[in-house]
Each structure stands twice: as structure tokens, then as C-alpha cells.
């Protein structure tokens, strides 16, 4: 079992960053695949970045590619997404989540996904 819990969300003007982190519970975190989603009002949750585990790979949506960078710190059992040069249209709830898979493979599907934290909101004004 793996509890997720998600901070470092909040206002911030367009162009601005953030960095959002997702701390686990559980001995066996570094065994997670982790990923990112984010779901703004009357939307579908939509996949932003995942990671593998071991870290050895890396994948982004085309819409946030070159501005935000996935993260993991095994050792403090959290997973950062660095967020740069944020636009209005990032504004949604971002979802950090947890998925148990193969190493060294990324997970995009939210269907693959076995935890999820609770969420933060992020509001990126024009």
C-alpha cells in the first residue's frame, strides 16, 4: 500500500515556476513507477510526465515538454515536477501517482495507475 500526498501548488503569474512534490509512505517506493496528472474543471485527467523507477527514463506530454522536469529523491520517498515558463493553461489540479511496473519502464495510462494523492490545485494567471 502507498499514500501519496501532494504540495507546492498555488498562484503564480504567467511565465512564473513552480515545483510541486508528492511524498510517499511505504518502504517499497523506489520500486514505483510515478507519474503526474493534471485535470482542469469539466476536463478529463490528463497525463503530464512520468518516471520510471530506478529513474533511467523519462516522459512528458508534448504540451509541457522543455518546460517541466520529473523528479525522484528515493531516499526522502518523493517525486518533484519542476514546472518553468507556466502558461494560463497549465491551471488545473495536478495528481501525483504510483504505479507498479517493470523497471525501467514510464507509465501514461491513468488506468495503470494503482495510487493517487489527493491533489493540488495550481492557478497560473495572464
Known amino acids: 500500500q502507498v499514500q501519496l500526498v501532494e504540495s507546492g501548488g498555488g498562484l503564480v503569474q504567467a511565465g512564473g515556476s513552480l515545483r510541486l512534490s508528492c511524498v510517499a509512505s511505504?518502504?517499497?517506493?523506489?520500486?514505483?513507477?510515478m507519474g503526474w496528472f493534471r485535470q482542469a474543471p469539466g476536463k478529463e485527467r490528463d497525463f503530464v510526465a512520468a518516471?520510471?523507477?530506478?529513474?533511467?527514463?523519462?516522459y512528458y506530454a508534448d504540451s509541457v515538454k522543455c518546460r517541466f522536469t520529473i523528479s525522484r529523491d528515493n531516499g526522502k520517498n518523493t517525486v518533484y515536477l519542476q514546472m518553468n515558463s507556466l502558461k494560463p493553461e497549465d491551471t488545473a489540479v495536478y495528481y501525483c501517482?504510483?504505479?507498479?511496473?517493470?523497471?525501467?519502464?514510464?507509465?501514461?495510462?491513468?488506468?495503470?495507475?494503482?495510487?493517487w494523492g489527493q491533489g493540488t490545485q495550481v492557478t497560473v494567471s495572464s
Open positions: 501517482a504510483a504505479a507498479g511496473s517493470p523497471f525501467g519502464v514510464v507509465v501514461v495510462s491513468t488506468r495503470d495507475y494503482n495510487y
Open positions: 511505504g518502504r517499497t517506493f523506489g520500486s514505483y513507477a
Open positions: 518516471l520510471s523507477w530506478g529513474a533511467v527514463r523519462t
